[in-house]
T-cell receptor, first 113, second 114 residues
């Protein structure tokens, strides 16, 4: 089982719709969860951090965390063509050498006009 | 402007050659990381360092080496032992706290074999 799993997509949604991106993780001890957006050919950009169970909203983005189910999601409301990108889920894992992030392979989102 | 600077943006390696990728940050972050990204495989951790003069192997350290002589700098050397070096290399940094902090990335270096 992969440590962090995402559906690779592509996920296609019409402009103005809600896009829902999902991520599951295997390490029950994980305490920090992040969503990154990566445009083609560019480096990842942090868009959301979440540390507690429940929802966290920032503008059009909402991150949801359920530690019991080992599940984290990202909702994008009023999707725009500029949201078309690959979204990476990252989970913090504490090792003997310190904290490190494990990334999922990403979900490609396409917002269609 | 605070940030992470990677250079060069593009790099070409000949057979049997070692090449070094530069990563400099002025964010005063203690931790620095190197990742490799191949198409469809997400980011894989090569090496990371939480403090000067100390670093740890990540998941795919074979064929790579690093140093951390200064807080601001974490160069990565791709050695001739790395037989498939063509990839997008990303450097990141973060503050260090017990429960993990987000990492911030540089713009990356694309390495190809000549």
């Amino acid at each position: 089982q992969k440590e962090v799993e995402q559906n690779s997509g592509p996920l296609s949604v019409p402009e103005g719709a809600i896009a829902s991106l999902n991520c599951t993780y295997s390490d029950r001890g994980s305490q920090s969860f992040f969503w990154y957006r990566q445009y083609s050919g560019k480096s990842p950009e942090l868009i959301m951090s979440i540390y507690s169970n429940g929802d966290k909203e920032d503008g059009r983005f909402t991150a949801q965390l359920n530690k019991a189910s080992q599940y984290v999601s990202l909702l994008i409301r009023d999707s725009q063509p500029s949201d078309s990108a690959t979204y990476l889920c990252a989970v913090n894992i504490l090792t003997g050498g310190g904290n490190k992030l494990t990334f999922g392979t990403g979900t490609q989102l396409k917002v269609e006009l | 402007d605070g940030g992470i600077t990677q250079s060069p943006k593009y790099l070409f390696r000949k057979e049997g050659q070692n090449v070094t990728l530069s990563c400099e940050q002025n964010l005063n972050h203690d931790a620095m990381y190197w990742y490799r990204q191949d198409p469809g495989q997400g980011l894989r951790l090569i090496y990371y360092s939480q403090i000067v003069n100390d670093f740890q192997k990540g998941d795919i350290a074979e064929g790579y080496s690093v140093s951390r002589e200064k807080k601001e700098s974490f160069p990565l050397t791709v050695t001739s032992a790395q037989k498939n070096p063509t990839a997008f290399y990303l450097c990141a940094s973060s503050i260090v706290q017990s429960f993990g902090q987000p990492q911030h990335f540089g713009d990356g270096t694309r390495l190809s074999i000549l």
